[in-house]
């Protein structure tokens, strides 16, 4: 089965992250979302990936505060999509991870969105869009929503 893999750093970002599933779940895409850290838990984020790809991750989507590592873990990981959704925490509430996420050094791609809940939804939306380009099906139900948001 494909689907989206969502992990999030710490149990915190879950509350911005929710925003994230509810989108997938609104195009009937399949996601799992785990808590798994790149600092606290590196062995265990690395097994995950491996066992997600098995099982059939298409997109990956990382979601992490501060230091923001995560996204940059998955890349090195795996050849498949990230997205790296940065988390507004810390005093620059949000900056840092922000650059932490999209300075990825070549080779190693992190699509990366907006700060927070846009950047929760927009992960969403990027990985549809991704999971589309070979389903024809969910490429309709975008257009539809497009075409329902012009309204």
Known sequence: MKFVS????????????????V???????????????AHRSPER??????????????????AAGMAAHLAGALAGTTTKPVIGVPMASGELRGEDALLSTVMMPAGMPV??????NA???????????????DDDELHIKLQEDRISKAK
């Open 111 to 116: 699509a990366t969105v907006a700060i927070g």
């Open 23 to 37: 989108t997938l779940e609104k195009f009937g895409v399949a996601y799992e979302l785990i808590i798994s850290s």
């Open 45 to 62: 984020t690395k097994k995950y990936i491996a066992e997600a790809e098995q099982k059939g991750a298409q997109v990956f989507i990382a």
């Open 6 to 21: 969502i992990v999030i750093g710490s149990k915190s970002d879950y509350a911005v992250m929710k925003e994230c599933a």
């Open 119 to 133: 950047g929760a939804i927009n992960s969403a939306y990027l990985a549809i869009q991704i999971m589309a380009l």
